[in-house]
């Protein structure tokens, strides 16, 4: 499991390499590339205001996203994804008394994996800083 810091928007990327399917996180400011998001790694995303955006897409080439559900953890809000021409969008709430965080869970179908949907995972992570 792998820590990794983020920009506002946060921006996670599902793409093909080869036959793996592989979400990024286009936004880190952690890495000097975009890293490959483990299920369970920890994205965290810091701000001062009120709540942070996050956007899901597909690469170009890659097969369509069919769902990213925001996953409540340790009492956090509910948060819903909305779709928008392949664009899955959500704005997280950021609290001055505790941090929040969600499983994202991005659902892919894959016909080359006989229409088994593969799920990606990572944790998002919402500090407010003063």
């Known amino acids: 499991m792998a820590d990794y810091t983020t920009s506002i928007p946060v921006q996670m990327i599902e793409a093909v390499n080869g036959v793996t399917h592989e979400l990024l996180l286009g936004s880190c400011t952690s890495s000097a590339t975009s890293p490959v998001l483990q299920p369970r790694d920890k994205v965290t995303a810091e701000t001062s205001g009120s709540s942070v955006l996050s956007t899901v897409t597909a690469a170009s080439g890659a097969p369509g996203i069919t769902g990213v559900t925001a996953t409540p953890l340790n009492g956090s809000p509910s948060v819903n994804y909305t779709n928008s021409s392949g ?14 965080s969600w499983r994202v869970e991005v659902t892919i179908e894959s016909e080359e994996r006989g229409g088994k949907a593969i799920v990606l995972d990572p944790i998002m992570i919402v500090r407010k800083t003063n």
């Open 87 to 100: 664009v899955w969008t959500a704005t997280f709430p950021a609290s001055s008394f505790t941090e929040y």
